[in-house]
């Protein structure tokens, strides 16, 4: 008989746990709205708030961690192939910004909210204009699908699944 409500106790802990993990997908669903809901291209209020939070707080994290490289001469010339590279395409829903940091590091990264971070390891080894246009573009996808976004809630789902487990 005593075996027999284990049982039971462990499936009701198995049925909470799905109703549990239901109840926040919805939550995430809602949250970032759904694709009949919004107009092509538009980005749900909650969502690109939530984005541009993001963006404020990782970069001032990076502001104050990192070295950001003064070299007018190279901000300028990213910020031009960016404009250009933006002008092909759909306007985003915040303000695109690039940081150059000063670091052997050979990468870029695209982080939530338009905020691309290029090391200027990467800058030095590039050999030409056309190779830092790739680079950018490449950045310039991850922001304007939202990627970043959309695998910190991924993660995030993901660590809340294992948690629960």
């Known amino acids: 008989m005593r075996q027999g409500l284990y049982i ?20 995430v669903v809602r949250l970032l709205g759904t694709k009949e809901q919004e107009k092509p ?4 209020a909650v969502a690109l708030s939530l984005e541009l939070t993001l963006k404020s707080l990782i970069r001032e994290s990076i502001k104050n961690e990192q070295r950001i490289a003064e070299a007018p001469l190279v901000n300028q010339s990213i910020a031009a192939i960016s404009k250009r590279l933006l002008g092909a395409g759909d306007p985003l829903p915040y303000d695109l910004e690039i940081l150059v940091l000063d670091s052997p590091v050979v990468n870029a ?3 939530p909210g338009g905020l691309i971070v290029v ?22 996808g991850h922001v304007v699908h939202r990627d970043a976004m959309k695998n910190l809630i991924r993660q995030i789902g993901l660590s809340t699944l294992l948690s629960l487990l």
């Open 8 to 27: 039971i106790r462990d499936i009701a802990i198995l049925i909470a746990a799905l109703l549990v993990l239901f109840l926040l997908s919805v939550g």
């Open 119 to 140: 090391y200027s390891g990467l800058i030095e080894r590039l050999e030409s204009p056309e190779e830092m246009a790739a680079v950018l573009a490449h950045e310039l």
């Open 41 to 44: 291209g538009s980005v749900p």
């Open 109 to 111: 990264l695209a982080f």
